[in-house]
């Protein structure tokens, strides 16, 4: 199949979360990255690896007066804004309301990743268009032993997933038709309980997931080395 254009695909960038684990005085996706807030280096990601793409982001709704706040400190041009739900599923739901009909592919991002590159969103998109959902994945490096019974687990066959995930539109909606379950963690899990097989891509281990306030230094170090004369 061949890869859509970008105007026929749609982002939506959850950014509802409280981030009570990072524990700052404002949730983490408004934090400093560098000269900006976090969320918009997620945002831009998208905008400048698939210029022409729908973006939509979703947030809290007393975020909402925050996050406009800040797009006129920086003279940033917001993408459309729905509301988040009290879960990251409900807040995926809402924000598939404000996608448009003719979205050939959908992909869901968390704010929280603001290094996503450009290989791990085309890899993801063009696994999507060819097999309806892929998620980009990671080799897990850590010793793993079962809570339960404390035994050692072979982690060879372990994957951690990543974001963005991708899939065809209708197979994304068609999934959150069904009733959401509180053991949905993602989005593929999501379309997986709806009967739809999910394919994995290489994802990156600079896409790391903002959730401690030491993330924030380990982020700006991974940016100011992408910047470097090496690259």
């Known amino acids: 199949m061949n890869a859509p254009d970008n105007k026929d695909i749609a982002v939506i960038v959850v950014a509802a979360g409280s981030g009570s684990r990072f524990g700052g005085a404002v949730a983490k996706q408004f934090c400093l990255l560098g000269d900006r807030p976090l969320l918009m280096h997620s945002i831009d990601a998208f905008r400048n690896a698939l210029p022409g793409c729908r973006v939509v982001v979703a947030l809290a709704p007393e975020m909402r007066g925050v996050w406009d706040d800040l797009c006129r400190e920086y003279g940033y041009v917001s993408p459309a804004v729905t509301e988040g739900g009290a879960t990251r599923a409900e807040s995926v739901r809402n924000a598939l309301a404000a996608v448009p009909d ?4 959908i992909m869901v991002h968390d704010a929280a990743r603001p290094l996503v590159s450009r290989a791990v969103i085309s890899g993801v998109l063009a696994a999507a268009a060819e097999h309806g959902a892929a998620v980009p994945v990671v080799p897990v490096t850590d010793s793993l032993r079962r809570a339960d019974t404390g035994m050692a687990v072979d982690r060879a066959p372990f994957r951690a997933v990543q974001t963005p995930q991708a899939f065809l539109a209708d197979v994304l909606r068609r999934a959150y038709a069904a ?26 281990p600079e896409n790391i997931k903002i959730t401690w306030p030491r993330d924030i230094a380990v982020a700006a170090a991974l940016m100011n080395a992408a910047d470097g004369p090496e690259h």
């Open 102 to 105: 003719d979205t050939h592919i």
């Open 179 to 204: 009733p959401l379950s509180p053991s949905f963690t993602d989005d593929a899990s999501v379309v997986e309980a709806a009967g739809h097989p999910v394919t994995m891509v290489d994802g990156s």
